[in-house]
């Protein structure tokens, strides 16, 4: 199959992944100094949270479990909205786990201290609204110290704590452009342990180039905004529509 930024190709990642790894989460990690293969799967939610809830429906048919980082303070969606906190509550409803995405640059001087209490805060933005226990964080534009770990949570586990990444690879696939190929491929090559992050704003039931894919979102969000999230027709939304990527 040819590797595009299709839903289609998406289910079929997935399910060649199925056949060999483990699908873990950041919270049900055991020891990796094995051999085992496994796959911990995420998305941050910079933008588009409705793709967000395709991806969630598609993994939870296939029986796979993965983690939504939901971003506070994303200039596209806004989880106090009654259409975005029934696509949250669906993404929970399928057995996925939610964590924050946490942008500190929208902080004015946020000491290392601080870091921990105003991730709590936001955190609890969490808790309360959907009743779960956010325990882990992925950053937004994270700042050197950040990737480089200096600042050491107590709470919250961090996509970037050593243990994510030392013994796994890491595959993103930012900006639409998977740096060491696609997943698949890395799959097929037996790989034998990775953390895969896709931000759903790129993939589609149709392949599109990053400016298209942007332009179409763009459209999408200022029609929902106008009309209602209730009226749109584009979600994956029948057993059909997803037993067909299932299938693809
Ligand atoms: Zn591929
Ligand atoms: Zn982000």
Redesign the pocket.
Same mark, same amino acid.
């Given at each position: 199959m040819k590797c595009n930024f299709t839903y289609a190709h998406y289910g079929y990642i997935l399910k060649n992944a199925k056949e060999s790894y483990e699908f873990i989460t950041y919270n049900n990690i055991a020891s990796l100094n094995d051999s085992k293969k496994i796959i911990l799967l995420r998305h941050?939610?910079?933008m588009d949270i409705f793709n967000a809830l395709d991806m969630a429906r598609i993994e939870n048919e296939l029986g796979i479990k993965s983690t939504y %980082?939901i971003?506070l303070r994303s200039p596209f969606y806004n989880i106090f909205d009654a259409d975005v906190k029934k696509i949250i509550n669906e993404i929970i409803d399928r057995d996925h786990e939610i964590g924050l995405?946490f942008?500190e640059t929208s902080y004015e001087n946020l000491s290392f201290n601080s870091f921990e209490k105003t991730i709590k805060n936001e955190a609890e933005v969490l808790n309360k609204e959907f009743g779960v226990d956010v325990k882990v964080v992925? %950053?937004?534009?994270p700042s050197d110290s950040t990737k480089e770990n200096k600042i050491k949570l107590k709470n919250f586990k961090s996509t970037y704590d050593p243990i994510f990444f030392k013994q796994i690879k890491y595959l993103s696939d930012s900006r639409q452009f998977w740096k060491f190929g696609c997943p698949c491929r890395l799959i097929a090559e037996g790989e034998r342990k990775l953390q895969i992050l896709v931000?759903p704003v790129w993939w589609g039931i149709e392949d599109m180039p990053r400016e298209k894919r942007l332009n179409a979102f763009v459209n999408k969000i200022k029609d929902k905004s106008f009309s209602g999230f209730t009226n749109h027709t584009d979600f994956i939304k029948t057993e059909k529509d997803i037993r067909k990527i299932r299938e693809a």
């Amino acid at each position: 199959m040819k590797c595009n930024f299709t839903y289609a190709h998406y289910g079929y990642i997935l399910k060649n992944a199925k056949e060999s790894y483990e699908f873990i989460t950041y919270n049900n990690i055991a020891s990796l100094n094995d051999s085992k293969k496994i796959i911990l799967l995420r998305h941050d939610i910079d933008m588009d949270i409705f793709n967000a809830l395709d991806m969630a429906r598609i993994e939870n048919e296939l029986g796979i479990k993965s983690t939504y %980082f939901i971003f506070l303070r994303s200039p596209f969606y806004n989880i106090f909205d009654a259409d975005v906190k029934k696509i949250i509550n669906e993404i929970i409803d399928r057995d996925h786990e939610i964590g924050l995405h946490f942008d500190e640059t929208s902080y004015e001087n946020l000491s290392f201290n601080s870091f921990e209490k105003t991730i709590k805060n936001e955190a609890e933005v969490l808790n309360k609204e959907f009743g779960v226990d956010v325990k882990v964080v992925s %950053f937004h534009r994270p700042s050197d110290s950040t990737k480089e770990n200096k600042i050491k949570l107590k709470n919250f586990k961090s996509t970037y704590d050593p243990i994510f990444f030392k013994q796994i690879k890491y595959l993103s696939d930012s900006r639409q452009f998977w740096k060491f190929g696609c997943p698949c491929r890395l799959i097929a090559e037996g790989e034998r342990k990775l953390q895969i992050l896709v931000h759903p704003v790129w993939w589609g039931i149709e392949d599109m180039p990053r400016e298209k894919r942007l332009n179409a979102f763009v459209n999408k969000i200022k029609d929902k905004s106008f009309s209602g999230f209730t009226n749109h027709t584009d979600f994956i939304k029948t057993e059909k529509d997803i037993r067909k990527i299932r299938e693809a």
